[in-house]
C-alpha cells in the first residue's frame, strides 16, 4: 500500500511537471513569436526609413549638381563681362591719346 501511495505521489508530480512544462513550452512559444513580429516591424520601419533618407540625399545631390552647373555658367559669363570691359577701356584710352597704360583688372584664375 505504502508503494502505491508512493507511485501515485510520483504520477502527481510528473502530471504537475508535464503541466509546468507545456505551460513554460506555450509562454516561450508566445514570448518567441512576440519578439519576431516585433523585430519584423522594426526592420521593415528601418528600410523604409533608408528608403525615405536615400531618396532626400538623392534630391540634395540632384539640386546641388543643378546649383554648381548654374554657378559655373554664371562664372563664364563673368568672365567673359570682365574680358569686354577690359577690352573697352583699352579701346577708351587709345581713342582718347593717353599714353598710360589703362589700370589692370585682376584676371580670375582658372582651376
Same mark, same amino acid.
Given at each position: 500500500?505504502?508503494? $502505491?501511495? #508512493?507511485?501515485?505521489?510520483?504520477? @502527481?508530480? &510528473?502530471?504537475? *511537471?508535464?503541466? !509546468? /512544462?507545456?505551460?513554460? =513550452?506555450?509562454?516561450?512559444?508566445?514570448?518567441?513569436?512576440?519578439?519576431?513580429?516585433?523585430?519584423?516591424?522594426?526592420?521593415?520601419?528601418?528600410?523604409?526609413?533608408?528608403?525615405?533618407?536615400?531618396?532626400?540625399? $538623392?534630391? #540634395?545631390?540632384?539640386?546641388?549638381? @543643378?546649383? &554648381?552647373?548654374? *554657378?559655373?555658367? !554664371? /562664372?563664364?559669363?563673368? =568672365?567673359?563681362?570682365?574680358?569686354?570691359?577690359?577690352?573697352?577701356?583699352?579701346?577708351?584710352?587709345?581713342?582718347?591719346?593717353?599714353?598710360?597704360?589703362?589700370?589692370?583688372?585682376?584676371?580670375?584664375?582658372?582651376?
Amino acid at each position: 500500500m505504502y508503494l $502505491k501511495t #508512493e507511485i501515485d505521489a510520483h504520477k @502527481n508530480e &510528473i502530471e504537475i *511537471l508535464a503541466k !509546468e /512544462k507545456e505551460a513554460l =513550452e506555450n509562454h516561450l512559444m508566445n514570448t518567441n513569436q512576440s519578439t519576431n513580429t516585433a523585430l519584423t516591424n522594426e526592420l521593415h520601419r528601418i528600410r523604409e526609413e533608408i528608403k525615405r533618407h536615400y531618396v532626400a540625399e $538623392k534630391n #540634395e545631390s540632384i539640386r546641388m549638381q @543643378n546649383q &554648381i552647373t548654374l *554657378l559655373t555658367t !554664371e /562664372k563664364v559669363g563673368i =568672365e567673359h563681362q570682365i574680358q569686354l570691359l577690359k577690352d573697352r577701356l583699352t579701346e577708351v584710352g587709345m581713342a582718347i591719346g593717353d599714353d598710360a597704360t589703362p589700370p589692370t583688372l585682376p584676371v580670375p584664375k582658372k582651376k
